[in-house]
């Protein structure tokens, strides 16, 4: 049996930035607001995977990314996924986002650490 799953990657992202602001394909039309959805349903699930690991990726982006730094100490945990999409540095990548975009394979699972490694 094939592995059929597919992440859906927006288009008019940076070039390196794709796999960290890929989803899981919907099964209907993309919007903005479902791509944005489905970005904090992803990093919840990295964050409760591993709240520890969580905490450290966050806290290691004070010196570049001192906004994501902050989330760990203002937000509770549960909190954290929406405040990283609702970040202005993730904010401004995600502006030109559209609902058009392409289906991938997924590539090998990424941490917490990884994707915010790609987005600062």
């Excluded at 990093?43 to 450290?56: E, F, H, S, T, V």
């Amino acid at each position: 049996m094939s592995n059929s799953r597919k992440v859906w990657i927006p288009a008019g992202v940076p070039q390196g930035a794709e796999m960290a602001l890929s989803v899981d394909a919907p099964r209907g039309l993309m919007t903005p607001a479902l791509y944005r959805s489905l970005l904090i349903q992803k990093l919840d699930g990295l964050i409760l995977a591993d709240p520890k690991a969580a905490r450290r990726a966050l806290e290691m982006s004070q010196e570049q990314a001192p906004e994501l730094w902050a989330i760990a100490e203002q937000f509770p945990t549960s909190q954290w996924a929406s405040a990283i999409v609702m970040s202005d540095q993730v904010t401004a990548l995600l502006s030109p986002i559209t609902g058009k975009g392409r289906l991938a394979k997924p590539e090998s699972p990424q941490s917490l650490l990884e994707i915010l490694e790609q987005l600062t």
